[in-house]
Structure formats: C-alpha cells, structure tokens
C-alpha cells in the first residue's frame, strides 16, 4: 500500500489539479464560507493518490429520462458533494449494483435479476450486486471529515444511485454496461496494474 502511494504521487497530483479546476465554478456560498478543513484536505488527498477505474470514465451521465426529483438530485447533489473529494465518475462508473425500491421491492428484484439477468452475479468487477451497497457507501463518504452531506441529502443521494445503477446496469442497459466498464478495467491494469491487482486481485 505504502509502495503504491509513492508511486501514484505524479497521478496524485495531475488528479489534483483536475479536480481543483473542475471543482472551483461549482463552489457554493457554504463550500467557500470557511477555509477548508486540514482533515477535509486530508481526505481529498487519500481519495486522489488512490485511483480507480472509475475515474477514467465519464463524469456526466444523461439523465434527462429520470423522474423530475431523481434528476434534480443527480444536478444539484451527486454532481456538486460528491465531487468534492474526487469525481463524480468515481460514483458514477462504479460496479456497485443496488436495486431501487423498498427494502421488499429490492429482495422481489434481485431474485429476478438472478432469473432473468445471470450474468450480473459472475463477474463482481463489473457488476456487485447487493441489496444496501450504496447505503453503506453513501454512509462511509458521510462519515468523512469535511464531507458536508446533510442525513435528508444522503437519503436523496442514495436513491439517486440505486436508480440509476438499476437503470443502467440491468436489463436491457445491461450489456452496454457490461462493455463500458470491461474497457475501463483492462485500460485500468494496463495502466496501472498493481493497484488494479490491489483492488481486483487480492480479495
Ligand atoms: C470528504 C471526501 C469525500 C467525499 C465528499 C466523497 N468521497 Fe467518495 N471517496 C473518498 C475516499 C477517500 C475514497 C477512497 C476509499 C475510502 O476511503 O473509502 C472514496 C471512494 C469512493 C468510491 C469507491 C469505493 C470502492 O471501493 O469502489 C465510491 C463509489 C465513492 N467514493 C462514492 C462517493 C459518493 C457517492 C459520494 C457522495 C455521497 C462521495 N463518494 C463523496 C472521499 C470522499
């Protein structure tokens, strides 16, 4: 680990910079309010020097097709506090997989999924479906010191996110997905194969 964050430091960096750029028109009056916290900075720094395929994918979806609410959560919160630390296509181009719905909805889908949709429990690289993996992951970038996200936010963040892996990742979206993120795997391991060995190999 240790080894692998000096030599992911130049990357660190260039991701960094790319961040800072793309964060700075998008400050609010609360981000700009005080000075960032050390420990928010910290965070920021742990997130960067430790890339994932993720983040060499597509920071912006088209989610014009969402409902109203979904969309307006993808606009004003996904895109703006989930992209403090790193990208919102770490995020957006993750494998986690949760169907969206009550908690009955969701067990009733992932049966169906095993049904219907196989493919989607044999590879946990591209597809990792779980019934509460975003509420975890929401729940852990909360926990994160200077992360900002109030509990009514989260929620709304949460649903977006199951929605709208659902919708991309399943059905017939599922085969698309399938090939967007195999892509960014094996660029991922050419690129930078012991922390893909790190991430893929090793659990
Ligand atoms: C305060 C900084 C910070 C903010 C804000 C933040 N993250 Fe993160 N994120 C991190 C760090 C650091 C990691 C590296 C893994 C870890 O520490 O959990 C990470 C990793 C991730 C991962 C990869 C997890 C994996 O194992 O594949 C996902 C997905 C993610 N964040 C989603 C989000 C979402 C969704 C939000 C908004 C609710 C968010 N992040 C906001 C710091 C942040």
């Given at each position: 680990?240790?080894?692998f ?9 260039i ?9 700075v028109s ?9 000075a960032p ?25 088209d989610?014009s ?9 993808y606009k ?10 790193h990208?919102a296509?770490?995020?957006l ?54 992360c900002?996200?109030q ?25 698309g ?10 660029d991922?391991?050419?690129?930078h ?5 790190e991430?893929f190999?090793?659990?």
């Amino acid at each position: 680990m240790r080894r692998f964050m000096r030599g992911s430091w130049v990357l660190g960096w260039i991701g960094a910079l790319a961040c800072l750029s793309g964060g700075v028109s998008r400050l609010s009056a609360e981000d700009t309010a005080a000075a960032p916290s050390a420990s928010y900075e910290a965070e920021k720094a742990k997130a960067l020097a430790n890339p994932y395929p993720n983040d060499f994918g597509p920071t912006l979806i088209d989610a014009s097709k969402y409902p109203a609410e979904i969309q307006a959560t993808y606009k004003t919160l996904l895109t703006v506090k989930c992209a403090r630390c790193h990208q919102a296509s770490r995020p957006l181009n993750s494998q986690f997989l949760e169907p969206y719905g009550t908690k009955a909805e969701k067990a009733a889908k992932l049966v169906e999924w095993k049904q219907k949709n196989p493919e989607i429990f044999k590879d946990r690289a591209v597809w990792q479906p779980e019934a509460n993996i975003w509420e975890r992951y929401v729940k852990r970038m909360m926990a994160k010191p200077g992360c900002n996200i109030q509990p009514a936010e989260g929620r709304k963040i949460w649903q977006f996110l199951t929605y709208d892996s659902e919708q991309r990742k399943t059905g017939a979206n599922a085969a698309g997905w399938e090939k967007q993120r195999r892509q960014l795997l094996a660029d991922f391991k050419a690129k930078h194969p012991a922390r893909y060995n790190e991430l893929f190999e090793t659990r």
